[in-house]
């Protein structure tokens, strides 16, 4: 049974990292590792608990999920043209997921693994956050009204990398827009409007295939408080973010994964895990 204490801490860790660039799965593989608590259930809970970041995302982009509300009844163009282009970047990783969702949770979910990719991805980050920096023919007022169907394939392309636990969702999304040409704000937001297909497929799988060992270890009290805790903090941690990344870029989220990823592999060595 997943006790309400580890519910609120693990809803605490999905709504600050989930659309940060940092890795929400890999931190909630390595605090349920510290909590000392896995399974099936715990594997499930840590999904459907995206569901309150998610909320978060509608509740601050209602404007936009009403655009595309809109486009979808053929009342607005821009918002069936931005329906598109999410569709197009949501079916390469759903494809990936699918095909490969078993061997994913049985080879990846784990420490190691997760190392290595906030080792990685740090690194990249870090790359590409200096890259962006010194380009000049960035337009600084692009909207994601603009993006292309290709470019919208490049970005979804690149989300196939956030099925490594550890990668990060946001992070793969976010600086392939850099690489389309997006400003951060713009690259930031259609990151989190492509969570709402991405995570939300995500979490509909999980209740499938692992509904029933969830409600059996998690039901009632412990399930409202990690949706709850994830969708108080994640709205706090995405209006900071996109002030922060405005102004500041990624390169501090690349420093810390290295960081991160360094005292994993320090805490794993001495734990012989």
Known sequence: ????????????????????????????????????????????????IQAGALLAVVGLYRRRVRQLLRGLMGQDIVGWSLFINLLISFLPAALMGLLFHETIKSRLFSAWPVMIALAAGGLLMIGVDYWAKRREDLPPDRTIDTLSPLEALIIGLAQCLSLWPGTSRAMVTIMAGFLCGLPPAAAAEYSFLLALPTLGAAVALNLVTDGAVLWEHARGLPLVLGLATSAIVASLAVRGFTQYLGRHGLGLFGWYRLGLAAAVWFFLLRSGG
Request: aromatic share 6%; proline share 4%.
């Open 1 to 48: 049974m997943i006790e309400p204490v580890h519910a609120a801490i693990l809803g605490a860790v999905e709504g600050l990292t989930e659309f940060l660039p940092v890795s929400s799965t890999g931190h909630l593989i390595l605090a349920s590792y510290l909590l000392g608590i896995h399974g099936d259930a715990v594997n499930a809970f840590e999904i459907v």
